[in-house]
């Protein structure tokens, strides 16, 4: 086991360049099953969540190679549509491996991944989307058996615009008999950049990044080369980080477009930030301007995975900011820890009032997921004295080597193992 620790109070200056983004990689590479030939992936971030892709795809029977950020995956040998229920714990994500097996083998068994530290993270719209193309689901304990002699095109609405669900669905509906539309769909960019990808194999797929996506099935898909978009949470976390140590801090290889609701924000905060194509300079120099009201809601608003960063930012704000969070239910887990570094923050069902501080202190706080993690690394950079943030694997799966990008930006940060304790269990992941 590992913890960070951080000196705060330091801004953050330079310029950094944005990782590929772990939440279209790992799609992208579940979508690859659909060929029997080589992909070849570039811009793929080195992160635990992708390791274990790569662990259940080797298990399935591909071969892998991997080379910095570059993923060489050849599927001619895949033999089997099994993921094996270790791996299958390790990261919940690996549901959206349903669709695409299905598709190649006629037949799939999972498990049920069940809840995490955010929520409940329920899988009703994948096995609904699933069974409207045809797809019979037998649910036996926590395995799940859905096979499918031929899978047909339908007309399928998602009662929310599921990020997995909606992937799920079109991985299984590109190799399906016929048209598939499905309404309500989820338009993150990752959803984008699994269409281009699709179609770069010889999928037909269209609308992606509405709420309304055409899929026209086909018998066969071809190999390809295929670059991952950058990661816009991870730019997020970092224009925050640097927003939140009054620093002056250059983004490269990163789409502003993927991030205007937090740009709005920002901007409307004080924080001056300036895009130019694929670059964006973060500075901030004053105390931030609170935020009346914010709510998480699928994109384009703002996203359910930056609140926690937000959430710092205004936790020194001039004055109360409220944030609702509206797609997790259970994602306030990072409060109690910022409140003991000096915030002041109180819950009142899914919604945070923030009411700002002058600093917050240093503290050894607990990472209890991925962007709650994030969060705490962030207020520490931010306050006075040290702070220790403790359970970093979950950070790990999501930012790649955070305390080195960090400390490319000035900050005072490093990784240390906690003395007498055993490796982190890979068990407990959620995606
Ligand atoms: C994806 O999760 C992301 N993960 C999450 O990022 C992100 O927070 C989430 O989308 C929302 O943007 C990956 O892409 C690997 P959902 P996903 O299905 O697909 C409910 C991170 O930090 N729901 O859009 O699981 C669900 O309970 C991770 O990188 C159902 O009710 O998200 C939740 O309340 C965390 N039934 C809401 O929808 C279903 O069948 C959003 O879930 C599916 C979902």
Redesign the pocket.
């Known amino acids: 086991m590992e913890k960070l620790v951080i000196e705060g109070g330091k801004p953050l200056s330079g310029t950094i360049r944005i990782q590929g983004a772990?939440?279209a990689a790992?799609p992208i590479m579940a979508a690859s099953v659909l060929c029997q030939g080589e992909i070849a992936l570039g811009n793929v971030p080195d992160l635990l969540d992708i390791r274990v892709m790569l662990d259940i795809l080797t298990a399935l029977g591909s071969k892998v190679q991997r080379e910095e950020d570059r993923i060489q995956l050849d599927m001619s040998g895949l033999h089997s549509s099994h993921i094996p229920e270790e791996l299958m714990k390790q990261m919940r994500?690996s549901i959206f491996l349903m669709g695409p097996l299905l598709a190649r083998f006629g037949a799939v068994t999972v498990y049920q991944p069940g809840g995490c530290a955010?929520?409940?993270?329920?899988?009703?719209?994948?096995l609904q989307g699933l069974e409207a193309l045809g797809a019979v689901i037998e649910e036996d304990g926590n395995t799940i058996r859905c096979r499918a002699d031929k899978l047909k095109g339908a007309d399928i609405l998602l009662d929310?615009p599921?990020?997995?669900?909606t992937e799920n669905i079109m991985m299984a509906a590109a190799a399906a008999e016929g048209r598939t539309t499905i309404h309500n769909a989820?338009r993150?960019p990752?959803i984008q950049d699994l269409q281009h990808f699709l179609n770069a194999m010889g999928a037909r797929i269209y609308g992606a990044g509405t709420d309304t996506i055409t899929i026209d099935g086909v018998a066969r898909f071809t190999p390809c080369t295929y670059r991952i978009i950058p990661d816009r949470?991870v730019a997020g976390t970092l224009l925050v980080a640097a927003a939140a140590t009054r620093g002056n801090v250059t983004l490269e290889e990163v789409n502003p477009q993927h991030l205007t609701s937090l740009i709005h924000v920002m901007k409307r905060s004080g924080v001056q930030i300036i895009s130019s194509g694929d670059i964006m300079n973060v500075q901030c120099h004053n105390r931030p301007k609170r935020i009346e009201r914010m709510m998480t809601s699928p994109y384009p608003a703002f996203?359910?995975?930056l609140q926690s960063l937000l959430m710092v930012f205004l936790s020194l704000a001039d004055g109360l900011s409220i944030i609702k969070e509206t797609?997790?239910?259970g994602r306030f887990k990072h409060v109690d820890e910022l409140n003991r570094m000096g915030a002041d923050i109180h819950v009142d069902m899914n919604a945070a009032f923030i009411k700002g501080v002058p600093r917050l202190y240093g503290a050894t706080v607990e990472a209890t997921d991925?962007?709650a993690g994030a969060a705490l690394v962030v207020a520490g950079l931010a306050a006075h004295g040290t702070t220790v943030v403790e359970q970093i694997h979950h950070i790990d799966r999501?930012y790649e080597q955070i305390e080195g990008m960090l400390a490319r930006l000035g900050a005072r940060i490093r990784r240390t193992p906690i003395e007498g304790s055993a490796p982190t269990p890979l068990a407990d992941r959620t995606?």
């Open positions: 772990k939440n790992l994500s955010i929520g409940e993270r329920k899988i009703n719209l994948h929310f599921s990020v997995g669900a989820a993150e990752e949470i996203p359910t995975d797609v997790f239910e991925l962007r999501g995606g």
